[in-house]
C-alpha cells in the first residue's frame, strides 16, 4: 500500500478518534473537514486546540506568536497557519475552502480539485496538475496581500478577468481588487481611447485608463486612433503611438534598468539620465536593438523594418541578430534603419519635418516638455508639427485632461510614482512575511510530528507530509 494511501487511513482513524474529544458539543456537526497539527498556542473556535484536534466547517483557526497550525484536510489539502494568522474554514467534507483574515498560509494540494481561499474579496484557487501537488503562499499585510505561485495551478478570481499564476510569478491585492502580477512599473498619466492591457498570467485584454498601474511582464496595445503616455517610476515616459503593441519587460528604478519590446507601432521614450553603473534602457523590436542612456528618441517598428530617431543625447542601434555586426551611434538630429537579416545603415541626417511627424504620432495630448521643445526646435521641426499628428488629440482625451495640461500631468505621475511605490513596500513586506512563514513551516511539521509521537502511525503520517515538503523530498520547491 502506497504511503499517502497509509497516511489517508491513519488520518481518517485519528479524526473519528478525535470526535469524541474535542468535539464534545458539535453534535449538528459530527463530520469533520480534516485535524490540526499544533504548534505553540493554536485555537480553534477560540479553544485551545492540541495536536490532532478535529476542525469543521465554519471553524476559526487562530495561532499566536512563534506558533504554527498545520490543517490536513480529508481532500488531500495541507495548509500551514503562520504566527499570529486566523483562518475561517468552509465547504463541505472532501473540499478545502477557508477564509484568511491575517497572517499567512502555505497551501500545498496534489488533487484535481481546487482549494479555495478568499482573501481581501479575492478567491485563490490551487489544483494539482498531472500527478504533481501544487504549491502555493499567500500573506495579508494591513489592506495588501500577495499571492505567490511555486508550482501548479494557481489561479486568482477577483473583479475583472481571471489571473492565472505561473510557477514564480506573484500577485498583490490591494483594496481595489487583484493588481496585475509582477513588480509595479509606472502608471498611464495621459490616454486616448481606445488602449488595452495584458497582464502576466491572463489570456485577456483588459482597458487601460488613467491613472491604471502598470508592472512587469505588462503589454500594452492601442487600437485604431489610441494613444497612451506611462510614467515610469524612475520619471521617465514612453509615449506609445497608435496601433503599436510594446512590452514592459523589467522596469527597475533603483538599479535604472530598465528592457522595452516594442513589438509593432511607434514609441517614443523620454530616459532620464542614467546614473547607476549598469543602468542603461534597451528597446527590442524584431529587427533591431536600441541602447539608451538619458535622452529623447522615438522609434518606429515594422515587421521587417525598423527607423530610429535621436532628438537628444546619443543612441547605439544594431541588429537584433547577434551574428550580424555593426554598431550606430547617433547624435541629436540623426536617424538610422535596422532592415530584417541585416545591419543598421549609417546614420544620416532627419529632417525637422520628419521629426516633428514622429513626435506628433506620437503625442498624447500632453504639453511638450521644455527639453523635448528645446531639441525639436534644435533639429528644425515645429511644435506645429507635433501637436498634431495626424489626429484631432485634444477632443478624444479621457478622464478630464486636457491638451495643455503638462503640469497636472507631472503631477499625476509623481503620484502614481508614490502609490506605486507604496504598493511595492506592501507587496515586499507580504514577501517577508511569506518567506518567514515558510521557514517555520518546516520546523513546524517537525514538531507537530513529535507531538503525535504517541501513535507511531500517525507519527509516519505526519513524516510522509514533511518528506514531501523538505528540501531533500522529490519535487522540491526551494524557498
Known amino acids: 500500500m502506497s504511503g499517502r494511501r497509509i497516511f489517508g487511513l491513519v488520518a481518517a482513524i485519528f479524526l473519528l478518534a478525535s470526535v469524541n474529544t474535542f468535539a464534545a458539543g458539535r453534535q449538528d456537526r459530527l463530520r469533520p473537514l480534516g485535524f490540526v497539527a499544533a504548534k505553540g498556542e493554536v485555537w480553534v473556535d477560540k479553544q485551545p486546540a492540541p495536536s490532532g484536534a478535529a476542525f469543521f466547517a465554519g471553524d476559526v483557526i487562530t495561532t499566536g506568536s512563534a506558533s504554527v497550525a498545520v490543517m490536513h484536510f480529508q481532500s488531500g489539502t495541507a495548509a500551514t497557519l503562520s504566527a499570529n494568522g486566523e483562518v475561517a474554514l468552509s ?48 500573506a495579508v499585510v494591513g489592506n495588501s496581500a500577495g499571492i505567490f505561485a511555486d508550482r501548479g495551478h494557481v489561479e486568482v478570481r477577483g473583479k475583472g478577468a481571471p489571473v492565472v499564476l505561473s510557477p514564480g510569478k506573484h500577485l498583490q491585492l490591494g483594496p ?97 539620465k542614467i546614473s547607476k553603473p549598469g543602468g542603461g534602457t534597451q528597446i527590442k523590436t524584431q529587427t533591431a536593438v536600441i541602447g539608451v542612456v538619458g535622452t529623447i528618441l522615438n522609434v518606429h517598428a515594422l515587421r521587417n523594418l525598423t527607423r530610429v ?23 541629436p538630429g540623426q536617424t538610422t534603419t535596422v532592415p530584417r537579416g541585416g545591419p543598421p545603415s549609417g546614420a544620416s541626417p532627419a529632417s525637422g519635418s520628419q521629426v516633428g511627424t514622429e513626435v506628433g504620432q506620437t503625442n498624447v495630448g ?29 477632443a478624444n482625451l479621457t478622464n478630464g485632461i486636457a491638451t495643455g495640461a503638462g503640469a497636472a500631468s507631472a503631477g499625476m505621475a ?60 522529490p519535487g522540491c520547491v526551494c524557498l
Open 91 to 138: 465547504g463541505e467534507i472532501g473540499s478545502t475552502a477557508m477564509s484568511l483574515r491575517k497572517g499567512a498560509v502555505a497551501i500545498r494540494n496534489e488533487s484535481l480539485g481546487s482549494g479555495r481561499v478568499s482573501v481581501l474579496g479575492a478567491t485563490v484557487l490551487v489544483r494539482g496538475e498531472a500527478g504533481f501537488p501544487a504549491l502555493c503562499r499567500i
Open 309 to 331: 530617431f535621436c532628438l537628444n543625447g546619443t543612441v547605439t542601434v544594431q541588429s537584433i541578430n547577434p551574428a550580424i555586426p555593426g554598431v550606430v551611434t547617433l547624435q
Open 414 to 473: 509623481g503620484a502614481a510614482m508614490s502609490r506605486a511605490g507604496d504598493a511595492k513596500d506592501a507587496a515586499a513586506k507580504a514577501n517577508d512575511t511569506l518567506n518567514e512563514a515558510v521557514h517555520i513551516n518546516f520546523g513546524a511539521a517537525h514538531a507537530a510530528a513529535d507531538a503525535a509521537a504517541t501513535n507511531n502511525d500517525i507519527a509516519d503520517g505526519v513524516q510522509i507530509y514533511i518528506d514531501s515538503l523538505s528540501p531533500s523530498g
Open 176 to 272: 481595489g481588487g487583484p493588481q496585475a502580477a509582477g513588480q509595479p512599473a509606472g502608471k498611464v498619466a495621459n490616454a486616448i481611447p481606445e488602449e488595452t492591457v495584458q497582464h502576466p498570467g491572463q489570456a485577456a485584454e483588459l482597458p487601460l485608463k488613467v491613472p491604471d498601474p502598470l508592472v512587469w511582464e505588462d503589454t500594452v496595445r492601442t487600437l485604431k486612433t489610441g494613444r497612451v503616455r506611462i510614467a515610469l517610476l524612475d520619471g521617465s515616459f514612453l509615449n506609445v503611438g497608435a496601433r503599436s503593441v510594446m512590452k514592459i519587460v523589467k522596469h527597475d528604478a533603483q538599479t535604472q534598468q530598465t528592457q522595452i519590446e516594442l513589438q509593432l507601432g511607434r514609441l517614443r521614450g523620454e530616459v532620464v
Open 366 to 394: 500632453e504639453a511638450l516638455s521644455s527639453e523635448l521643445t528645446q531639441a525639436m526646435q534644435s533639429l528644425g521641426a515645429t511644435t506645429g508639427q507635433a501637436a498634431g499628428g495626424g489626429v484631432q488629440i485634444g
